[in-house]
């Protein structure tokens, strides 16, 4: 077998695409829900989405396909130390319980840490992951970087790629030439409360509904992912296994969903970053600022911000902090708004 790869293996251009495809079937669809328990509308009811989206089959929750993206595309970052952000992930349709994913990963620029007398050798990779679906349309498009070690500890590649390639900024007339053609009418008219006329930019929600990470090697392992230090303590650089990043994103969408029970879907990231890490047992809690919303006919855009905070569980190293308020997540995002 092939061994992970270190920083020293990575080559611009290198691509990574011999990952098994998934079909997205039901099953994916309930361990996810009983994850997060995301309220988000369309993905929890058939006939609504069916009337919405036009389609037979319910519409796939975003979080659920980023997460199984994000997994299929650790191949190269086996040996991550962490998932330093993720930059411009777009969605370019959306997918619906049935449909394949393959994803196909490519390294795109490569820059070594700053050598230091008292610390391994270790360099951050850019990538850049294609999903496709079953008719090999593009489905989703984004760039990631994890940090990973050289082997030897020494090591001076002298690399020192530039990361502009990862883009933060998504236009508005790209988000919307790519909003599903759907019926918003009819998901207006299933909906009571507020709509997104009723938000203003500067509205922050402090979502009280705290969150406890648990089973995140559960969600690592359905994903595919082969991060090591995911679900091997002795692979962390913190001693302790460290909870996927798309688990903390996940959460946070769940409590965005709170904030905005109109929530469509998402439809961008443009950028997100891990801030710190979180481990099995923390609390998170999210707080949700909109930063503007773009009304059209029938729904608006919204450009939101989420920043996500933990509540050290037992299982986090005393390294990692004590206490609560330990931000761990700063994520700018677009969703559409009934």
């Known amino acids: 077998m092939k061994k992970a790869p270190y920083f020293e293996d990575f080559s611009v251009g290198d691509e990574f695409n011999d990952v098994p495809a998934i079909t997205l079937t039901e099953g994916h669809t309930a361990i996810h829900q009983a994850l997060f328990a995301d309220r988000s509308r369309l993905p929890l009811d058939l006939e609504l989405s069916a009337r919405v989206t036009g389609h037979a089959k319910a519409l796939v929750n975003p979080s659920l396909v980023c997460n199984l993206a994000i997994g299929q595309s650790t191949i190269p970052s086996q040996r991550v130390m962490g998932n330093l952000f993720y930059r411009g992930l777009h969605f370019h349709r959306p997918v619906y319980v049935g449909d394949t994913l393959k994803t196909t990963t490519r390294v ?27 008719t090999d349309e593009t489905v989703l498009l984004f760039w990631r970087c994890p940090m990973i070690p050289c082997e030897d500890p020494k090591a001076d590649t002298g690399c020192s790629d530039n990361f502009e390639r990862m883009p933060e900024d998504i236009s508005d007339s790209s988000l919307v030439s790519y909003i599903p053609e759907w019926d918003y009418d009819h998901f207006r008219d299933a909906l009571a409360g507020k709509h997104f006329v009723d938000y203003r930019s500067g509205d922050i929600f402090e979502i009280e509904t705290r969150d406890t990470v648990t089973l995140a090697p559960e969600l690592v392992r359905m994903t595919l992912n082969m991060a090591m230090t995911h679900t091997d303590a002795d692979r962390s650089v913190y001693g302790k296994r460290l909870v996927f990043g798309g688990h903390t994103i996940s959460m946070a969408a769940a409590h965005i969903s709170h904030a905005f029970p109109n929530i469509i879907t998402i ?72």
């Open 108 to 134: 795109v620029a490569l820059r070594q840490n700053q050598i230091k007398k008292d610390r391994a050798a270790s360099g951050m990779v850019a990538l850049e992951m294609h999903v496709t679906n079953q």
């Open 267 to 338: 439809l961008a990231w443009y950028k997100c970053d891990h801030v710190a890490p979180v481990f099995e047992f923390d609390i998170l809690n999210t707080v949700v600022q909109v930063e503007e919303v773009l009304p059209a006919d029938s729904f608006g855009l919204a450009k939101i911000h989420a920043e996500v905070f933990a509540t050290r569980g037992p299982e986090a190293p005393e390294s990692s902090g004590v206490g609560g308020n330990i931000k761990v997540l700063d994520w700018n995002l677009a969703a559409l708004l009934a």
